[in-house]
């Protein structure tokens, strides 16, 4: 071997032996990521996102279980500015039920995280009401998530869309 091939022959190893980490890994040498079939089942899938089905008008009653019930509505027509949702749980004989745990986030959906609030603990109110300070920043639609726990389990979604 004349000593120019020895030192390509070298050369050669040497990348070889340091690019073996990267191969072994899926690559290739453009650095694109090579078709791998693998065994998923220790894989967990990712936890899908809540559903928040629409809910009836504001002053209908929406059903969360079977023993319960909701009515919910605004202190005055949203528009700009800060408006209160509140909202009203009772068993299905009519009485109030201030032991939920209520939950809103509010947010455009047409802009998504431009104006989302993150979910805000509802205030219960002498009353016996759930309050929630909605700031509207700007024109257009708007949707108001709410989960309701009881026991620290969800027990409810439901959305609310309005156009301001």
Same mark, same amino acid.
């Given at each position: 071997? @004349?000593?120019?091939?020895?030192?390509?022959?070298?050369?050669?190893?040497?990348? &070889?032996? %340091?690019?073996? +980490?990267?191969?072994?890994?899926?690559?290739?040498?453009?650095?694109?990521? !090579? !078709?791998?079939?693998?065994?998923?089942?220790?894989?967990?899938? &990712?936890?899908? &996102? +809540?559903?928040? +089905?629409?809910?009836? %008008?504001?002053?209908?009653? *929406?059903?969360?279980? #079977?023993?319960?019930?909701?009515?919910?509505?605004?202190?005055?027509? +949203?528009?700009?500015?800060? *408006?209160?949702?509140?909202?009203?749980?009772? @068993?299905?004989?009519?009485?109030?039920? @201030?032991?939920?745990?209520?939950?809103?986030? %509010?947010? $455009?959906?047409?802009? #998504?995280? !431009?104006?989302?609030?993150?979910?805000?603990?509802?205030?219960?109110?002498?009353?016996? !009401?759930?309050?929630?300070? *909605?700031?509207?920043? $700007?024109?257009?639609?708007?949707?108001?998530?709410?989960?309701?726990?009881?026991?620290?389990? *969800?027990?409810?979604?439901?959305?609310?869309?309005?156009?301001?």
């Amino acid at each position: 071997m @004349t000593p120019f091939n020895r030192v390509s022959f070298l050369i050669l190893f040497f990348l &070889a032996l %340091s690019l073996q +980490p990267f191969l072994a890994q899926g690559g290739d040498v453009t650095g694109k990521k !090579a !078709a791998k079939s693998h065994d998923l089942s220790s894989v967990s899938p &990712a936890e899908p &996102a +809540p559903q928040y +089905p629409s809910m009836q %008008s504001p002053g209908k009653k *929406v059903s969360i279980d #079977k023993d319960h019930y909701l009515i919910y509505g605004f202190d005055k027509k +949203p528009k700009l500015g800060t *408006v209160i949702m509140k909202l009203e749980i009772y @068993t299905q004989d009519g009485k109030k039920d @201030t032991s939920f745990e209520v939950l809103g986030d %509010s947010g $455009m959906p047409s802009m #998504k995280g !431009a104006h989302e609030t993150g979910e805000q603990l509802f205030r219960l109110s002498n009353k016996g !009401a759930y309050l929630l300070p *909605v700031n509207i920043v $700007m024109p257009g639609d708007w949707e108001i998530r709410i989960t309701i726990k009881k026991g620290g389990k *969800v027990v409810f979604r439901g959305s609310h869309q309005f156009d301001v």
